[in-house]
């Protein structure tokens, strides 16, 4: 009889050991912003992205041809799929170059910032905060939507049709617009096990 036992126990202790090693072992796997039914897609459970990222910062970009000079008006829905609530994800716009650009950033716990980028110099313009107009959660969509005034240096910002807030700021009047999303280094994910992964597209403001 104890012999029984203990070869249940073995049995046991192997199938967990399985069990442990194939969720350690899922299959690493990033797919940067290929469109699907409509959406750009992003997804990654690598967890050597942050550094093999060629010194972005951990951030992956996917910008459109189109150059506003000056800017008008963009828009894009945006989810956050898996991955962890407080990194963030996002709009480009007026991007000219990887140094120059503004950055509106969100996350899924309904909060938000604005960053520009001058020469290089990444800065916080704005800290935003927690906002009543933004979704929370993982898997829902959020609007977010860009306007400048006309012939002023002035930007308003819109979560879901909802106006947040004007954005007085005077480094960029115009170009590019896009989505971004920041993955965090090893102590900031669950990688392999849950990736980073979210959908974007630009919509009609």
Same mark, same amino acid.
């Given at each position: 009889?104890?012999? @029984?036992?203990?070869?249940?126990?073995?049995?046991?202790?192997?199938?967990?050991?399985?069990?442990?090693?194939?969720?350690?072992?899922? =299959?690493?796997?990033?797919?940067?912003?290929?469109? =699907?039914?409509?959406?750009?897609?992003?997804?990654?459970?690598? %967890?050597?992205?942050?550094?093999?990222?060629?010194?972005?910062?951990? $951030?992956? =970009?996917?910008?459109?041809?189109?150059?506003?000079?000056?800017?008008?008006?963009?828009?894009?829905?945006?989810?956050?799929?898996?991955?962890?609530? $407080?990194?963030?994800?996002?709009?480009?716009?007026?991007?000219?170059? #990887?140094?120059?650009?503004?950055?509106?950033?969100?996350?899924?716990?309904?909060?938000?910032?604005?960053?520009?980028?001058?020469?290089?110099?990444?800065?916080?313009?704005?800290?935003?905060? #927690?906002? =009543?107009?933004?979704? @929370?959660?993982?898997?829902?969509?959020? &609007?977010? #939507?860009? &306007?400048?005034?006309?012939?002023?240096?002035?930007?308003?910002?819109?979560? !879901?049709?909802?106006?947040? &807030?004007?954005?007085? !700021? %005077? %480094?960029?009047?115009?170009?590019?617009?896009?989505?971004?999303?920041?993955?965090?280094? %090893?102590?900031?994910?669950?990688?392999?096990?849950?990736?980073?992964?979210?959908?974007?597209?630009?919509?009609?403001?």
């Amino acid at each position: 009889m104890l012999k @029984k036992v203990n070869v249940l126990y073995f049995f046991i202790l192997i199938l967990l050991i399985s069990i442990f090693i194939g969720c350690d072992s899922a =299959e690493v796997v990033t797919i940067e912003w290929i469109e =699907e039914d409509g959406w750009l897609h992003f997804y990654t459970n690598d %967890s050597n992205f942050n550094i093999n990222d060629k010194n972005n910062y951990g $951030y992956s =970009e996917y910008l459109y041809e189109q150059i506003d000079n000056p800017m008008t008006s963009r828009a894009g829905l945006i989810k956050k799929i898996s991955g962890n609530p $407080y990194t963030g994800y996002g709009i480009y716009f007026c991007y000219n170059d #990887e140094d120059n650009f503004y950055i509106l950033w969100i996350n899924t716990k309904g909060e938000y910032m604005i960053g520009q980028c001058v020469q290089g110099n990444r800065v916080i313009i704005d800290l935003g905060g #927690e906002s =009543e107009n933004l979704k @929370k959660g993982f898997g829902v969509e959020n &609007k977010l #939507e860009v &306007k400048k005034k006309e012939g002023e240096y002035t930007f308003e910002i819109y979560f !879901n049709d909802e106006k947040e &807030k004007d954005l007085f !700021n %005077s %480094s960029f009047i115009g170009g590019k617009f896009g989505f971004f999303v920041y993955v965090g280094d %090893s102590s900031q994910e669950s990688f392999p096990a849950v990736p980073e992964e979210v959908f974007a597209k630009e919509v009609t403001p």
